[in-house]
């Protein structure tokens, strides 16, 4: 029996310590130079709590919480919305069910960066001639040129991609459902509407907390596609937190700085998910 | 379902989604055999010819084969360390889940799951490089720590439901704890691997906010940093870009093309689980 | 067990294909340098370059690295403490930071430095700063941000080269009636409005600003009021799409004929050739101020080469640079890149700089003014902010604040 215990310390203590090392460790580091003046290199001094007082009152930062915000909560509604849609349409009785499926689940296996550059060319070269031949005003200049509308761009790239994952979660969902109460429920005439929402929706609710979840942290990270779409502009329209922990902490020469920014960031993500869980648990159980 | 009439208006609806999917793949697919004349036409038109020049040129360009080579380096080596090393954690966590320090440890590793990198990122950053630790095998260790949290968490929901029968029978045999894993639990798990491997594939193959921080050298650079590395140099040549996008995204779409139904199963049974 | 054995077959396998592609060659007596540059302009250039070097130095080879946020991934290499041993990077805010740092190598003692045009060195020493007197850098190329225009057009409208504001509002003018774009912008690309910017503001605000800026003396409100009002009317000239194109996209349409002018470095004529080989430019210094005589030639250190101080091959980096520093090579350079040399006796004699070589004879140069706003504002994003918004006294106060922040830091 002390030999059993003993395998499995040693099957769980390596891990550990990477994990540690690797995960742990660097976030200990980062609270430890937020309360520095530390630019990457060279010397540095405590500063207490001044870089955390400069975060709350840096018009850059906080531009960059409200407009990844925005883009998550859209984007996670969207998303989340299309791919029940979509979802319920793979369910039904379809014909090329297969096709139709394989197809939907095909952007999620493409890079986010390269997908970006991709719909970058199309906002910047097809719209606009789409736009123009249409006369339809809004999309016959390029709508990442325009600081009001170039984090809808994002948003449909996000869309585009991240609706195959979630349906592809709520397809599974669906398919627990038994046939049977469907049918129980066609003989006592409710309408598809009410279907949905009396039957459908509170069998798949769990996966529907999940998806949400997941897909609004996602969001919250956003930086690949930001590259690859804006790059953070035009001005500093579309400039995400992890784009501008990643500028600013490197190129800046403000590594204190916006480790104290990924402090509160990461409090901020914490209470969200909390939050989350919370309310849309809830509802569940209701 | 409800009754055996295929829904054509759903169908119909869905094909008219499916092309809204399509159309970017088809955009590159056909830029990237055009020439830069060709560009200045209707941009859905198809290629006046299938000249495969752009990809030659890209691949010398870019280096493609190097990029390749690096991508499939990392993605092979951390599906293996992960499925080997993550198994096992998660085998010995579910087992010990009545004792505080394996629920603190399984707490503790999935609470990663609510930690965005860019948080850990400049530290992370700054000490690789100090350990030398700056390329590929670095890359795979990262991945496999990034990795941890998500995959504990599934293997772990996997190992509850084997029932413990199993393993006593092997134990009475004589075989020791590691044996149980490798020769029981580990082969049992089949249906888990597959889930991980494709995730954790995908994830390592289209990664790019590690890679960018973490590499230095060019020689190392993952197919989607080379594309993102090329950006200055492609300039305005979208059909030497794009020829180098398709071959970037080829290799996973031909993976996925063969092993669709396989792909999609995996994914879903993790989803459910 | 079969599923096992198959992973550990491919572990291995890697693991040996890692052994095999390990290490960089050094056994054979060969060394390995990582030439860094900020420009993606100059990549076919320096691979000829290097091409060169490598045949005359068989036993060196050259790596070069040109990524994009060229800056930011050489911040981060100095946070890794793994500089790459030659750098050439341009003469601003970024290098004075790098070199302030300690991390350059010192030329002070090298005979190189008695080749180079010592007005730039001088200009790369105020970027550093009074603190540090050594030489950090060697200034390689040097530009001019100057307006490009398209002799074809310009001879059609009849437009004389414009040398003062008036007389250039007058062209723009022209070029509008006559259903032409008058001035192509590519602001989708933030640093491109900084050609504009740099071009405006180096004739109409004093060169000392930032040195009096950090002492508190003195504030864009005040002195940037007339530079803010300039930008606008230039952008009233531009196109339908100002900030959907950006610089690739923009070199393409200028080449193809669409705009007169093109507020732009001299790095782009290249690009713009490039994209059409037949066409005729002409350049002219940006003639912001009112006063023919106050309008000089916005120029400085496009390229600046500089050694990392810590490199283990310091002697091989050197003779690089003695190769990029002979006569030779800098012709050669400056021919592809259409730039000017900090080479001593090196002349750009290229039709298409015309118009502003009597700037570069009578010594009529201003440096770029952003060179010496703190590199962590983000200046670029603020000014194409202001162009979008077109909000003058929001966007000169937050230059303003944005500037004390950094500093404050």
Known sequence: MVKKKHAFLLMVIPAFVLFFTFHTYPALQGIFYSFTDYKGYGNWDFVGFKNYFNVFQDGRALSAYGFTFQFAIVATILVNIISVLIAIGLNSNIKLRKTLRATYFLPYILSVLIVGYIFKFMFTHLLPQIGQALNIEFLSTNILGNPDLAWLGIVLVAVWQSAAFNTLLYLAGLSTIDDQVYEAASIDGAKPWARFWKITFPLIAPFFTINMVVAMKNFLMAFDQIVALTGGGPGQATESISLLIYRGGFQGGEFAYQSANAVIYFIVIVAISIIQLRVLERREVK | MIGNRANWKVTILLILGALFILLPLYLTITIAFKTPREMTGNLLALPQSWSIQNFLDAIEMTNFFQALGNSAFVTILTVAVVILTHSLVAYAIARNLHKKFYKFLYFYFISAMFIPFPIIMLPLVKQTAMWGMDNLIGLVILNGVMQLAFNVFIYVGFVKTVPKELEEAAIIDGASTWQVFWKVIFPLMKPMHATVAILTALAAWNDFMLPLVILSDSNQYTLPLVQYAFQGQFSTDYNLAFASYLMAMLPMIIVYIFAQKWIIGGVMRGSIK | ?409
């Open chain 3, 1 to 409: 067990m079969k599923f096992s054995k198959g992973l550990a077959a491919i572990t291995l396998g890697t693991s040996l294909l890692l052994a095999g592609c390990g290490g960089d060659g050094g056994a054979d007596g060969e060394v390995t340098l990582e030439l860094f540059s900020n420009k993606s302009e100059s990549v076919d250039t320096y691979k000829g370059l290097i091409a060169e070097f490598e045949e005359q130095n068989p036993d060196i080879n050259i790596k070069l690295e040109a990524p994009p946020e060229a800056e930011t991934v050489l911040k981060t290499r100095l946070t890794k403490n793994d500089l790459p041993d030659i750098m050439s990077i341009g003469g601003n805010a970024t290098y004075g930071e790098l070199a302030r740092e300690g991390v350059f190598h010192d030329f002070s003692d090298d005979e190189v430095l008695t080749n180079v045009q010592s007005s730039y060195v001088d200009m790369l020493g105020q970027l550093v700063g009074p603190e540090h007197d050594g030489v950090y850098g060697l200034p390689y190329a040097t530009n001019a941000n100057h307006v490009i225009y398209n002799k074809e057009k310009v001879e059609e409208l009849g437009i004389e080269i414009p040398t003062n504001w008036d007389e250039f509002v007058t062209a723009l003018e022209a070029a509008k009636e006559a259903g032409e774009i008058p001035i192509y912008f590519t602001l989708q690309e933030a640093w491109t409005g900084m050609s504009v910017w740099n071009g405006v503001a180096g004739n109409l605000v004093a060169d000392d600003f930032a040195e009096r800026k950090n002492n508190g003396e003195a504030s864009f409100v005040e002195e940037y009021d007339e530079v803010a009002d300039k930008m606008l009317t230039l952008l009233d000239y531009g196109h339908s799409d100002n900030f959907g194109v950006g610089y690739g996209d923009g070199n393409n349409a200028f080449a193809t004929g669409n705009g007169v002018f093109y507020i732009q470095g001299n790095w782009a004529i290249p690009e713009i050739v490039k994209a059409n080989p037949d066409i005729e430019l002409g350049t002219f210094a940006l003639p912001s101020n009112d006063n023919a005589e106050e309008n000089d030639l916005v120029s400085g250190v496009d390229v600046a080469l500089a050694v990392s101080d810590s490199t283990d091959h310091k002697e091989e980096a050197m003779k690089f640079i003695e190769f990029m520093i002979s006569q030779e090579t800098a012709q050669t350079y400056i021919e592809e890149q259409k730039a000017f040399s900090g080479v001593e006796g090196v002349f750009q004699e290229d039709p298409v700089f015309e118009g502003i070589r009597v700037n570069f004879e009578e010594g009529r140069l201003t440096s770029f003014p952003d060179h010496y706003y703190p590199a962590g504002m983000g200046t670029e994003n603020l000014v194409q902010d202001f162009l979008i918004e077109k909000n003058k006294d929001a966007a000169l106060q937050t230059l303003d604040s944005e500037w004390d922040k950094v500093q404050n830091r």
